[in-house]
């Protein structure tokens, strides 16, 4: 019984993508060539560009030697620690997180890319680069970032695993887009993307795009941010 329920809602929720999908499309010039954005989806054309302005995701922005060489990096002072399932503020379950101030010249390369592409020349950032590993069974739950720990920006490369990031407006909740974070990407959220839209990363039995199972396995998100103004 507990299987047929299983499969009952996963046929609802492909019912429900397949009804209410849209892609993003515009005048731009990649658009206007016939190309489609690849990475975004959402519930209606205007929520989606109420945020095209404020999000976007950079497919293959590392190589898979830089890849390994960020999980080299990371992963000794992860295997440490053990997997959390009680978050302090209750957003996240299944996790390891770290910081990290110091990195290797390959590593310091890479994230020099990350702060150039996704922050204004000179703009101050948040020292630490935080580090969260979320096992295969974790989960980021809806949640809007304090103010008090970061500025307008956040910028993260996704490690070892495709993951969906959904925003949801936060005075209405029946709208939504999804973000597919492919492996070794870059996504950036700004501004009322940040503040104005809940953000999660989807469960594995959830992870779908554009009706597509995206499948979930162990990632690690290394993420810069700006200081708050």
Not at 80 to 86: G, L
Request: charged share 30%; net charge neutral; hydrophobic share 35%.
């Amino acid at each position: 019984m507990t299987l047929l329920i299983r499969v009952v809602k996963q046929v609802q929720r492909k019912s429900f993508q397949c009804h209410l999908l849209y892609r993003f499309s515009s005048d731009n010039a990649a658009l206007r060539k016939g190309h489609e954005c690849k990475w975004l989806c959402g519930s209606s054309q205007e929520i989606l560009s109420a945020v095209r302005e404020q999000v976007d995701v950079r497919q293959n922005f590392i190589s898979e030697e830089e890849e390994n060489a960020l999980f080299k990096e990371v992963e000794p002072g992860l295997r440490k620690k053990r997997y959390e399932f009680d978050h302090w503020d209750h957003a996240i379950h299944g996790y390891k997180e770290t910081e990290r101030l110091q990195w290797g010249v390959e590593c310091e390369s890479i994230l020099r890319r990350v702060r150039a592409v996704a922050f204004p020349e000179g703009s101050p950032l948040l020292g630490p680069i935080h580090v969260l590993d979320l096992d295969k069974e974790g989960y980021i739950k809806p949640h809007i970032d304090s103010v008090k720990f970061c500025g307008s920006t956040i910028a993260g490369l996704s490690l070892l695993s495709d993951s969906i990031m959904r925003l949801v407006p936060e005075n209405n909740s029946a709208d939504w887009v999804d973000l597919l974070l492919s492996r070794r990407s870059l996504y950036i959220l700004r501004d009322d993307a940040r503040f104005k839209f809940t953000h999660e990363i989807l469960k594995d039995e959830d992870s779908f795009f554009s009706g597509q199972k995206v499948p979930r396995h162990r990632r690690i998100s290394v993420i810069c941010r700006n200081l708050p103004v």
